[in-house]
T-cell receptor, first 111, second 116 residues
Framework: AQRVTQPEKLLSVFKGAPVELKCNYSYSGSPELFWYVQYSRQRLQLLLRHISRESIKGFTADLNKGETSFHLKKPFAQEEDSAMYYCALGGLTGGGNKLTFGTGTQLKVEL | DTGVSQDPRHKITKRGQNVTFRCDPISEHNRLYWYRQTLGQGPEFLTYFQNEAQLEKSRLLSDRFSAERPKGSFSTLEIQRTEQGDSAMYLC??????????????FGPGTRLTVL
């Protein structure tokens, strides 16, 4: 069974401090991992996906298959990073890609 | 706005009543997903369509729930005989189907259901 664990419900950091949002997954196949973000009063949107290996808004995430982790990192937090972050695992189903989400981490960047 | 739209945005109903939600995906997207999100949880997969075919249903989707996508465009999700446990945010998402199976899912704003 697919499972995603985000151990922190809330992460509070000061502006300019490094950020690490933790995500661990359980999946028997080859995983596809994503980070989705939801800013206040906005809809859920994709932040980044591991196969792209890109940096979006200064965030990066590396897939570690040995530790089954996909932590989201940013070296210097900005106030506009305050949002709810969800780690998600994609699983092939009938050719589609349903997502299994973690419970989310609320990131609060304080001045 | 060419994004995914959902209607209504909010629905309050009494226990035992039937409700129906609508989702309009991005026009060129042939995949459509329904998720449910309760307080303090992430979205949970309910069902998935490719064009008009419903290809998978989660065990969360009890017999009281039914989803359709009759012409491969908009979709409806109906809940019969609502229960208080059905209170949640119902999210719709759409995506294209390409060579890469994991195409980005674009989410709608959701329909918040409250069952009294």
């Amino acid at each position: 069974a697919q499972r995603v664990t985000q151990p922190e419900k809330l992460l509070s950091v000061f502006k300019g401090a490094p950020v690490e949002l933790k995500c661990n997954y359980s999946y028997s196949g080859s995983p596809e991992l994503f980070w989705y973000v939801q800013y206040s009063r906005q809809r859920l949107q994709l932040l980044l996906r591991h196969i792209s290996r890109e940096s979006i808004k200064g965030f990066t995430a590396d897939l570690n298959k040995g530790e089954t982790s996909f932590h989201l990192k940013k070296p210097f937090a900005q106030e506009e990073d305050s949002a709810m972050y969800y780690c998600a695992l994609g699983g092939l189903t009938g050719g589609g890609n349903k997502l299994t989400f973690g419970t989310g981490t609320q990131l609060k960047v304080e001045l | 706005d060419t994004g995914v739209s959902q209607d209504p945005r909010h629905k309050i109903t009494k226990r035992g009543q039937n409700v129906t939600f609508r989702c309009d995906p991005i026009s060129e997207h042939n995949r459509l997903y329904w998720y449910r999100q309760t307080l303090g949880q992430g979205p949970e997969f309910l069902t998935y369509f490719q064009n008009e075919a419903q290809l998978e249903k989660s065990r969360l989707l009890s017999d009281r729930f039914s989803a359709e996508r009759p012409k491969g465009s908009f979709s409806t999700l109906e809940i019969q005989r609502t229960e208080q446990g059905d209170s949640a945010m119902y999210l719709c998402a759409s995506s294209t189907r390409g060579a890469d199976s994991y195409n980005e899912q674009f989410f709608g704003p959701g329909t918040r259901l409250t069952v009294l």
